[in-house]
């Protein structure tokens, strides 16, 4: 491990010891319709690790199926060493997952502070929780600004902002992002990113899934590359950054 | 004399009991799409625990005030359980299914609930105990009695404790977060199942309060009341926008006040052909019209924006 990496993840301390999320095989069905057909990758405790695909991948899939929004078709998921393939969707936020859902999926008649606070629905810790928001703010200080206001009102890269921040006042273990720049300016993802980056470097552990390639490799410390329902490549970010089938299929070259 | 006055003060008074068991139907749809049909039988068997609970305690020397008030709590305990059954045995099981089977079972659950009011409290009329002295005051030459005022007042305090659950607590946050996004709210930690069911338990406390107050106001209670009563605080709902709360409250009040304005102008209007005891067209003429013309209601918004 080159010491680059540092900065995308913790060292590799980690690896001695268990991954933090394991999936083996696991698949997602819609009807027929096998969206997800047996893909096998591990998470370690404070990597961010890219999963990247084209539109229709099942890159979405996987994640509901990981989050619970629905049942895998097969497979398991391992999370701190205990089975998770069955728990019910909203026991997830209290093993330490947080999911920024594809489309942000914000509460648009609750306001940005209530947003907030849903995001620490399963905590009672009040003065904690005061401090969390504020940390929020201080990450997103565009949030700050619209405190009262309907969640339905931002743009859609505050709502992302303001997912992203809804997720981490649960004190994830476990981020998983579905498509962070989907749909958003070029200037806002950059700045979604950065605090990408910023959480991760705090220790987070986040899965980050993208259409975009090259900026969630350039994040990430390892990459899983799906394709059809099929992972068909995983290596160091970097190393997949530099893959010429990597190039040629996802960054356009 | 002028009765503009005078049926305004009537029709706000039915409005606000219209206005108490709308809610029950808005909450159970804002929050999972459901149209409890059942409700206004709840309201019904609410209204019938209080007489049993009242006439005995009067019967036994407690004061009037005092019985009221308990059987208030009575049938609110009842009617929260019965609304927390339905939803866990009548239609937890047909969350996913179609749209009509629901529908269906809730209108089997009535005829349920019906029957089994009938067989505990007979075909007979009843007479509902006065709780309090019926003082009656003046103004303007319109005439309103102390009933009137217990009404209005407990169903302001009702209205006021449901916007407070709603929009200052946790647990109202949750309902909201759940009404606009279930699958994310889900995410973030609330259990669907308590939520719903507190919508129900919740919906059903405040139709037992209507209940009583419908008896206190009539006087007289029957086990088939509760269906005129649903379909009307349905048609409030609607005219509303119903799955909005705001929409439930102003939807009632007016859809009282368009009931006692059309029975009391209803014969000059025709030439005296029409009597007031025509005032139910009114409520049914608002639900086609509202139907027809406005069917998200008054306050009706998008789909998201419900509750
Ligand atoms: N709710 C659904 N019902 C049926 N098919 C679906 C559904 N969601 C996704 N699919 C299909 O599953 C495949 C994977 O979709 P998805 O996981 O959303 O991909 P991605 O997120 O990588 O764009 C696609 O072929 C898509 O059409
Ligand atoms: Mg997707």
């Given at each position: 491990?080159?010491a ?5 993840g913790s060292p590799?301390?980690a690896s001695?010891?268990e991954?933090l ?6 698949r ?5 319709i096998?969206a997800v057909?047996g893909?096998t990758?591990h998470?370690?405790a ?5 999963l990247?695909g084209a539109?229709?991948?099942?890159k979405?899939?996987?994640l509901r199926a990981l989050?619970r929004?629905?049942d895998a078709a097969?497979g398991?998921?391992?999370y ?7 728990l019910?969707p ?7 997952i947080?999911?920024?859902p594809?489309g942000r999926g914000v509460?648009?008649r ?7 606070a849903?995001?620490?629905f399963?905590?009672?810790?009040k003065?904690?929780?005061a401090?969390?928001?504020?940390h929020v703010?201080g ?7 619209r405190?009262?206001?309907?969640a ?5 890269g505050?709502q992302?902002m303001l997912a ?10 476990l981020?998983?992002?579905?498509e962070?720049?989907?749909g ?5 993802v950059?700045k979604i990113?950065e ?5 991760a470097a705090?220790g987070?552990t986040?899965?980050?899934i993208?259409q975009?390639a090259?900026l ?10 799906l394709?059809s329902?099929?992972?068909?490549l995983t290596?160091e970010?970097?190393k997949?950054l530099?893959?010429p089938k990597v190039r ?6 | 004399?002028d ?11 039915q409005?606000a ?8 139907y ?9 149209i ?5 039988e709840?309201?019904?068997?609410g209204?019938?625990v ?8 009067v019967g036994?020397?407690?004061?009037p005030?005092?019985?009221?008030a308990?059987?208030v ?10 609304g ?7 239609y937890?099981?047909l969350r996913?299914?179609q749209?009509l ?8 659950c009535?005829i349920?609930?019906?029957n089994v009011a009938m067989?505990?409290w007979?075909?007979?009329y009843m007479?509902?105990?006065p709780?309090?002295a019926?003082?009656q005051?003046e103004i303007?030459g319109?005439s309103f009695?102390s009933?009137?005022v217990l009404?209005?007042?407990?169903a302001?305090?009702s209205?006021?404790?449901?916007l407070f659950l709603v929009y200052?607590?946790?647990?109202g946050?949750?309902?909201r977060a759940?009404a606009?996004?279930?699958?994310v709210?889900g995410l973030?930690?609330?259990n669907?199942?308590r939520?719903?069911s507190s919508a ?9 309060v209507a209940g ?11 086990y088939q009341?509760?269906f005129?009563?649903g379909l009307k605080?349905f ?8 799955g909005?709360?705001?929409g439930?409250m102003?939807?009632?009040l007016?859809l009282g006040?368009i009931e006692?304005l059309g029975a ?7 030439g ?9 067209i009114?409520?049914f003429?608002?639900?086609i019209?509202?139907?027809m013309?406005?069917?998200?209601g ?5 789909t998201?924006?419900?509750?």
């Amino acid at each position: 491990m080159s010491a680059s990496h540092g900065q995308k993840g913790s060292p590799v301390n980690a690896s001695s010891k268990e991954p933090l999320l394991i999936v083996e095989g696991l698949r997602v069905a819609y009807g027929g319709i096998q969206a997800v057909r047996g893909i096998t990758f591990h998470i370690d405790a404070g990597e961010t690790v890219a999963l990247i695909g084209a539109n229709g991948a099942g890159k979405t899939s996987t994640l509901r199926a990981l989050s619970r929004m629905l049942d895998a078709a097969g497979g398991s998921v391992r999370y701190l060493g205990k089975d998770i393939s069955r728990l019910p969707p909203h026991r997830l936020v209290r093993e330490g997952i947080a999911l920024v859902p594809e489309g942000r999926g914000v509460f648009p008649r609750l306001t940005i502070a209530e947003n907030l606070a849903m995001g620490a629905f399963t905590r009672d810790d009040k003065p904690k929780i005061a401090r969390d928001i504020e940390h929020v703010f201080g990450l997103f200080p565009r949030l700050k600004e619209r405190e009262k206001q309907l969640a339905g009102t931002l743009s859609g890269g505050e709502q992302q902002m303001l997912a992203i921040g809804r997720a981490l006042m649960s004190r994830p273990k476990l981020l998983l992002l579905d498509e962070p720049s989907m749909g958003l300016a070029p200037i806002m993802v950059q700045k979604i990113f950065e605090v990408i980056r910023t959480v991760a470097a705090e220790g987070m552990t986040i899965l980050l899934i993208e259409q975009n390639a090259k900026l969630a490799l350039e994040t990430s410390r390892r990459g899983y590359v799906l394709e059809s329902g099929e992972i068909t490549l995983t290596d160091e970010a970097e190393k997949l950054l530099h893959n010429p089938k990597v190039r040629e299929a996802y960054l356009g070259e | 004399m002028d009765i503009l006055l005078q049926q305004i003060i009537n029709g706000l008074v039915q409005g606000a009991i219209y206005a108490m068991v709308a809610l029950g139907y808005t909450m159970v749809y804002g929050i999972m799409g459901l149209i409890n049909f059942a409700h206004g039988e709840v309201v019904m068997i609410g209204t019938l625990v209080a007489i049993t609970v009242i006439t005995l305690l009067v019967g036994a020397g407690v004061p009037p005030a005092m019985a009221g008030a308990c059987g208030v709590v009575a049938a609110a305990a009842v009617c929260m359980i019965i609304g927390w059954s339905l939803e866990r045995v009548a239609y937890r099981p047909l969350r996913n299914a179609q749209r009509l089977a629901p529908l269906i079972t809730a209108i089997g659950c009535s005829i349920v609930l019906q029957n089994v009011a009938m067989m505990v409290w007979g075909r007979n009329y009843m007479t509902f105990p006065p709780l309090i002295a019926k003082t009656q005051f003046e103004i303007a030459g319109a005439s309103f009695t102390s009933v009137q005022v217990l009404i209005l007042l407990v169903a302001s305090v009702s209205m006021g404790g449901l916007l407070f659950l709603v929009y200052r607590t946790k647990l109202g946050m949750a309902m909201r977060a759940t009404a606009q996004n279930p699958a994310v709210a889900g995410l973030m930690g609330v259990n669907a199942n308590r939520v719903i069911s507190s919508a129900f338990v919740v919906g059903s406390a405040l139709g037992a309060v209507a209940g009583v107050m419908v008896g206190t106001y009539y006087e007289i209670a029957h086990y088939q009341m509760g269906f005129m009563l649903g379909l009307k605080a349905f048609t409030a709902a609607v005219l509303g926008g119903i799955g909005n709360l705001a929409g439930a409250m102003a939807g009632g009040l007016l859809l009282g006040l368009i009931e006692a304005l059309g029975a009391g102008y209803i014969g000059d209007l025709t030439g005296g052909f029409l009597g007031s005891h025509y005032q139910d067209i009114f409520a049914f003429a608002v639900l086609i019209v509202v139907l027809m013309f406005r069917p998200s209601g008054l306050f009706g918004e998008k789909t998201g924006d419900r509750a």
